[in-house]
């Protein structure tokens, strides 16, 4: 991707149990001198819940909100 240059990483969290869930994505970053020594993560987070305690389920906190609607269709199943 060139410098300056944005994309996006759309994500469908469909827990099976309820606990935190973490996964982290390695980012490799390139420049003239080659492939960057060190490590860089983007750390996706999310709390599942049980359906059945529907007051349990975590607040939904929007923190971008320039985000581009996602192109591929999510209907109610997902």
């Not at 819940?49 to 389920?57: I, V, W």
């Not at 971008?64 to 199943?77: S, T």
């Amino acid at each position: 991707m060139p410098p300056n240059d944005t994309q996006y990483i759309y994500v469908l969290f469909r827990p099976l149990e309820a606990k935190e869930y973490a996964i982290d994505l390695p980012i490799k970053i390139r420049d003239l001198d080659g492939l960057s020594p060190n490590s860089h993560y983007l750390r996706l987070r999310g709390i599942g819940y049980q359906s059945e305690h529907e007051e349990l389920k975590p607040k939904e906190v929007p923190f971008y909100g320039d985000l581009p609607v996602c192109r591929a269709y999510i209907g109610e199943e997902g």
